[in-house]
T-cell receptor, first 115, second 113 residues
Framework: QKEVEQNSGPLSVPEGAIASLNCTYS??????FFWYRQYSGKSPELIMS????GDKEDGRFTAQLNKASQYVSLLIRDSQPSDSATYLC???????????????FGKGTSLLVTP | DTEVTQTPKHLVMGMTNKKSLKCEQH?????MYWYKQKAKKPPELMFV???????INESVPSRFSPECPNSSLLNLHLHALQPEDSALYLC????????????FGPGTRLTVL
């Protein structure tokens, strides 16, 4: 069973602080890692993709990947109330058959940024 | 155009109805996906189409029937659904099933009475 684990939260941070969201995965063969943001009642929005060890920065977002520890994280700098949402970690593992890759989602972490 | 569109936005149907959900993308992506999402749960994969061929069917009941008329369109035909099938149905696409940075449409909120 390929598992993706996230703390469900809620994670509460004050406006302007750094929010740190964490995700662990069980399949050591996992190759691609994604962070999606989902507002209540809306669809998931892709905000970060990371494929190799290290950090990847995009604006206020930084994704960090450590394949040895099977750990991926998302940092949100200068958090804003508009960042309040559920953040889904998703991991792709090679298929067992030639049927394509599937995303395995964690259950999501609820982030609340307070003014 | 980096958008996946879905119609309708909302759908209410009885258990004896037949309806269809539609999804369209114009990003040249060759893989398209249907997901089902219940409240406070992550999306659950239902079907994957890769190069217009069904490549993954996650043991979904036959009352859900997918169709991929061409590389830009994906349909989900619904028949004899149950109230527990009420959920947000999400379509997504990715450049290929191997390079699968997936982009989601806005979803169809389905209520089965």
């Amino acid at each position: 069973q390929k598992e993706v684990e996230q703390n469900s939260g809620p994670l509460s941070v004050p406006e302007g602080a750094i929010a740190s969201l964490n995700c662990t995965y069980s399949d050591r063969g996992s190759q691609s890692f994604f962070w999606y943001r989902q507002y209540s009642g809306k669809s998931p929005e892709l905000i970060m993709s990371i494929y190799s060890n290290g950090d990847k920065e995009d604006g206020r977002f930084t994704a960090q990947l450590n394949k040895a520890s099977q750990y991926v994280s998302l940092l949100i700098r200068d958090s804003q109330p508009s960042d309040s949402a559920t953040y889904l970690c998703a991991v792709t593992s090679p298929p067992l058959t030639n049927s394509g890759y599937a995303l395995n989602f964690g259950k999501g972490t609820s982030l609340l940024v307070t003014p | 155009d980096t958008e996946v569109t879905q119609t309708p936005k909302h759908l209410v149907m009885g258990m004896t109805n037949k309806k269809s959900l539609k999804c369209e993308q114009h990003m040249g992506h060759r893989a398209m996906y249907w997901y089902k999402q219940k409240a406070k749960k992550p999306p659950e994969l239902m079907f994957v189409y890769s190069y217009e061929k069904l490549s993954i069917n996650e043991s979904v009941p036959s009352r859900f029937s997918p169709e991929c008329p061409n590389s830009s369109l994906l349909n989900l035909h619904l028949h004899a659904l149950q109230p527990e099938d009420s959920a947000l149905y999400l379509c997504a696409s990715s450049p290929s099933s191997e390079y699968n940075e997936q982009f989601f449409g806005p979803g169809t909120r389905l209520t089965v009475l």
